[in-house]
Structures are given as structure tokens and as C-alpha cells.
């Protein structure tokens, strides 16, 4: 869309000069990518975002394996619930 916005500002610096400027059709404005997910496309199996306190030698620990260390976590927990209830 910052391209669409650029075209539109010097269309009408274009005009303010007494140019003529660009016309913006719709198919010309389609033609704009917009930035992110298409509309109406998600992932099924979202992460829901939560506050959680953990000690700090289980969280020291996991983040020591570096980048992607969430995701580890996560996995770990989920490899936990195989196994136990959380009740």
C-alpha cells in the first residue's frame, strides 16, 4: 500500500502543478500488493498469547538453547500432557 499512497501523493502534486496526473482505476489499484495474509486465510491451530511465571532456572534453562526456545517449551509441555493429567 506505501507504493498506492506514493502514486496518489504525486498525483496530486501533479496536479497542484497544473500537470495532468494519473489516473487511478480500479484495475490499476488492484494491481497494489498488500502487505500480509490474504483476507480470510489463518492458521487453524492459532497460539492463544498468556501471562505464565516460571522459575528462573526452568526459564534460564530453555532460553540457554537460544532462538526458538517458546517453541520448545511449548513442545515440552505438550510431550508432558501425553503422559500426565493436568488435574
Known amino acids: ?8 501523493a504525486e498525483s ?3 496536479a497542484k502543478r497544473g500537470e495532468s496526473a494519473a489516473v487511478h482505476t480500479p484495475e ?14 489463518h492458521k487453524a491451530d492459532t497460539k492463544q498469547a498468556v501471562t505464565v511465571r516460571y522459575s528462573p532456572d526452568v526459564l534460564n ?16 509441555l505438550r510431550d508432558w500432557l501425553r503422559t ?3 488435574v
Open 28 to 41: 490499476v489499484i488492484e494491481g497494489y500488493k498488500a502487505r500480509g495474509r490474504p483476507v480470510g486465510t
Open 61 to 76: 534453562a530453555f532460553k540457554a538453547t537460544g532462538a526458538g526456545w517458546q517453541s520448545r517449551m511449548n513442545d515440552a
Open 1 to 8: 500500500m506505501l507504493a498506492f499512497a506514493n502514486d496518489v
Open 12 to 14: 496530486i502534486r501533479q
Open 84 to 86: 500426565h493429567s493436568p
